[in-house]
Every structure is written in structure tokens, then in C-alpha cells.
């Protein structure tokens, strides 16, 4: 498919088959407006908002890889009502950035770095609730809108660490101390001045099927060798968590059925584990609320923190943030999803 992205960075026409960026010869290119009409896209006004549906018709790809790139954090989305939507601004540049990658070797979408679209700020994140915060900036209008890139935890940090994001959050359970986050700040984002602002707690625990037929109780059952484990990817602070108590018990990764199949979010656990694909997996409580036939076994009440860097707290994006977290809307919001614990949402530490 030969597609001509809108906009000023349009003038670049590319092939895109198989997941694959190529670059058409000098010549040959198309208008956006020319592009079948049975892709839904219409032409639409310049940085205009697509469905996950329409970017997959325009790529040549399945939805569902559109949402894995999204989930990868690669293709940096915002919600309208409850549905994501990219920017036309924001796939023209990330189409554009494979032009980068090295000759002759082709650069294919799940290797593109997520974009950074002018005049706006990224943030890292999986939560739902992050959707307050982004929905809030977009109807301020002296603030750049903010859209999300769902990466994990600690590739969150990473991605702040390379400014590749404005804002990461994580919720990394540190063995040693005990703590939250702080100690993965300072070693995933070194030689840096930041802010880490707590925006709530929630509680972990295991998925299991409803009723508990299995009768799980707790992470001693892990030991158990009839359990099948549903698991999150590397890198979510979920992982970090279920790694940290393996090690603690003394259990190799490799003792846990079902160990290395990984899943990108708390909703998709929860729901293999409802429909039988597994016995047990590990999230958050809200998570599993969505899903139904399951029981929720907490465990452990987890921290969740908002990072960025220390020089640019003055500035006003992030002073409205900053006032938004600690109004009395973003509790009300908070309280309205039910399982946040907003005891410490709001407390700032510099590190």
C-alpha cells in the first residue's frame, strides 16, 4: 500500500506491507485523500484523530498490532470517550522516522522509538486513570495536549532516561528496602535531578477463577506444580514484582508453569485466566473488575509514582498537573473507579 500522510510532513510517500517501511521512489506519490474509501479514512482536516481501526487499513496491518505498537509504547495514543485514537500528526512522524534506519537494512514498525509530536507531552503509563490527567490537559488552553505511550514500568524509566517521554510512571517494588519506585528512579535514570510525585496506591493480588476452585490463597501457592501462571511482560512493574517474590522464596522462574507466556496488561491477564487459559495470574485489583467469572486474592498494596525532570517543574504543564493531582476533581475521579488508595496521592519527593 502506498500511503501519503497529511501535513507538513507529508511529503514523504512510503510503502508499508508485512509491518515493513519503505520508502517510495521520487515520483511516486499519493494524496491521503486518494486512499480507498473503503478504509473509512476520509480526508480529514490536518492532525485530525484515527481510529486504531482506520490506522490499521492505512498500514496493511491487523488491529491487534496496532494496539501491540500502542501497548510497546511506539505509537503514542490519547482516549476519546473509551476509545484510543492516534494523531495523523503523530503516525506521519512515526512513519517518517523509519527513514532513519540504517541502509540497506529495512526498520520495521515494532523497532521505530515512539515519536514526539511538537507541542505536545508524552506520558508513560498503563493505569486507567492516567486517562483523568490526559482528558484534563486537553481542555486546558494554554497547555500542550498529552498523549499516552503504555510501556511498563521500568521501560517507562528508560524511555524518560533517553527523553523519548516527558513524564514516566512506574510501580516497582524494590526487595532490598522495601520500597516503592524511589530506588528504580535513581538507578534507571542516573545523574539527573527529578520529581517523583505519588499519584496513588492499589492493591496487587492474584486472578483466579470465581469461587477460588483451586483454593489459592497467597504466593506460597506458587510452590504449588499443578498451578498454571499467566504472566505480564518484562520490564511492567507487575513482573518486577512476581521475579522478586520467586526469588524470595527461592523458586527458579522456570518452576512456574506457564512462566514465559507474557501478556501487556492487567485486562488481558485477568481475562485469560476467566477464560481457562490459566489458573492464576497477577494484577491489580481494578483490573480484574472488569472481567467477569473471577475472584480477586490481594496481596500486596503497591505505590504508584509520577517521574519527570526537576527543571522543568516550573513550567506550566507541569504546574497544572501538579494542581490537578492534588485537587479535590482528581480524588473525586479516583474514588468514582473505586480500589485507589489516595492516603499519599500528591506527596512530591526530589531525587
Known sequence: MRVRMPGPLGANPYI?????????????????????????????SAYAFLTVQEVADLLKIKKTTVYDLIKRGKLPSSRVGKQLRISEQVLAQYVQSSESAPEPRERSLAESAPVRPAGSLILCGQDRALDFITNYMGAQPDCPGVLRSNQGSSNSLLALYQRKVDIATAHLWDQ?????????????????????????????????????PLGIAGWEDLKRGDLRYVNREK???????LDSRLKGMGLSAGALRGYEREHYSHLSVASAV???????????????????????????LEWYDMVFFADVEPTLPYRVILDYITSAR????????GGYDISQTGKIKRL
Open 235 to 241: 520490564g511492567s512493574g507487575t513482573r518486577v514484582l
Open 274 to 300: 476467566a477464560c481457562g487459559d490459566g489458573d492464576l495470574g497477577l494484577g491489580c485489583e481494578h483490573g480484574g473488575q472488569q472481567v467477569g467469572d473471577l475472584t480477586f486474592i490481594p496481596l500486596q
Open 176 to 212: 532490598e528496602t522495601g520500597e516503592y519506585n524511589y530506588p528504580f528512579v535513581t538507578r534507571l535514570v542516573p545523574g539527573s535531578a527529578l520529581v517523583a510525585v505519588r499519584l496513588f496506591g492499589r492493591m496487587q493480588g492474584f486472578y483466579v477463577r470465581k469461587d477460588n
Open 16 to 44: 508499508v506491507s508485512g509491518g515493513v517501511i519503505k520508502k517510495l521512489p521520487d515520483g511516486n506519490r499519493i494524496h491521503h485523500r486518494a486512499c480507498p474509501a473503503k478504509t473509512g479514512v476520509s480526508a480529514m
Open 330 to 337: 482528581f480524588f473525586r475521579e479516583l474514588s468514582s473507579l
